[in-house]
Nanobody, 126 residues
Framework: VQLQASGGGLVQAGDSLRLSCTRSGSTSSPRFMGWFRQTPGNDREFVATIEWSSGYTSYADSVKGRFTITREKVKNTVYLQMNSLKPEDTATYYC????????????????????WGLGTQVTVSS
């Protein structure tokens, strides 16, 4: 399974960006696909996740109301729409997918995911 992420960039505070992540290499579906982010010297932190079949979503408190995760099944793609960006959103963003067996309540932890894309950098200037 390969995950290809794109959409990062340099923006100003208050701007928007949309990240995309396309999953390939498997005909089976994940249970969850998620986004995590990481800054230098820090652990990877949960941002948002979506249950592939139901569309159920969950967000970190720090992004709730500003970020929206969606998926497009026919394209095997998950999106992260990021609005009202803040300098503290600056990070490398990673998309992740599981093998289809992720236990509910574990979707907030990076250890629950089996596949990771290469990161895409998001930089928000003040």
């Amino acid at each position: 399974v390969q995950l290809q992420a794109s959409g990062g960039g340099l923006v100003q505070a208050g701007d928007s960006l949309r990240l995309s992540c396309t999953r390939s290499g498997s005909t089976s579906s994940p249970r969850f696909m998620g986004w995590f982010r990481q800054t230098p010297g820090n652990d990877r932190e949960f941002v948002a996740t979506i249950e592939w079949s139901s569309g159920y979503t969950s967000y970190a408190d720090s992004v709730k109301g500003r970020f929206t995760i969606t998926r497009e099944k026919v394209k095997n793609t998950v999106y992260l729409q990021m609005n009202s960006l803040k300098p503290e959103d600056t990070a490398t963003y990673y998309c992740a997918a599981d093998k289809g067996t992720l236990i509910h309540s574990r979707e907030y932890y990076d250890s629950g995911y089996d596949y990771w894309g290469l990161g895409t950098q998001v930089t928000v200037s003040s």
